[in-house]
Structure formats: structure tokens, C-alpha cells
């Protein structure tokens, strides 16, 4: 992941979205097919439960790109301990509706979303 964090950086692609994150992740990254994955993410400690983004591979491994980052630049985050699902949760969670949008974009419309983000 380190990796990764330095080629962002050398092509100034700083300060993007978990989702353009891990767009980028799969086009530098990854040698075999790969798909965005919107699941969710259930934190124990604080039964907080967000919408989150991760890349799944074609061999199914999960590849974490937003919590790979954020211990790249925060080592306080190794230590935190957390579910990634795919399954719809009972009751509230969290989103943002932008990831959602961006990803939304990702999916449908792959010209317009890397239009979007080349700029």
C-alpha cells in the first residue's frame, strides 16, 4: 500500500474519494480483474456501521484500499478492528452521499466517471 500511496502522490492524485481511490488502485495496481464492491463496514467497539468501498479481485481477495491508506499516514488506525460486508444491515448506517454518487458514476457511466477524475 505504501507503494500505491507514493504513486498518487507522483501523479498528484491526492485528496480523492474512496471510490477514485480505489479506481486507481485496480488501473495501477492489480494485474487481473477487479471490481469496486459497495458493502458496508461494522466497527464492534462502537456498533457504528458506515457504507464503505473496497476492491475485490477476480481470485476474490479483498483489497482495502481506504483502511491500506490510512495506515499508511495514520498509525493509530493499524489497531482498529472492523467487519466488511456485502449484506444490507438491519437498522441505520452511515453514508456519504458523494462516495455514492461517484460510485453510482463508476458503475453505470466509466467514460464520464474517468473524465471526471482526469481532470
Not at 6 to 17: A, C, F, P, V
Not at 57 to 66: C, K
Not at 87 to 110: H, L
Request: hydrophobic content about 35%; overall charge neutral.
Amino acid at each position: 500500500m505504501e507503494r500505491f500511496a507514493l504513486l498518487l502522490k507522483l501523479k498528484k492524485k491526492t485528496g480523492l474519494s474512496t471510490v477514485e481511490n480505489c479506481a486507481y488502485y485496480i488501473k495501477m495496481m492489480l494485474k487481473s480483474p477487479a471490481t469496486i464492491i459497495q458493502g458496508f463496514c461494522k466497527v464492534p467497539e462502537t456498533k457504528e456501521i458506515l457504507r464503505y468501498y473496497w476492491v475485490e479481485d477476480s481470485e476474490g481477495n479483498i483489497h482495502d484500499v481506504a483502511y491500506g491508506l490510512a495506515c499508511v499516514y495514520t498509525s493509530e488506525v493499524k489497531d482498529m478492528k472492523f467487519i466488511l460486508t456485502k449484506e444490507t444491515p438491519i437498522g441505520d448506517f452511515q453514508t456519504d452521499a458523494s462516495n455514492d454518487e461517484i460510485f453510482e458514476t463508476y458503475k453505470n457511466n466509466p467514460k464520464e466517471f474517468w473524465k471526471k477524475i482526469q481532470t
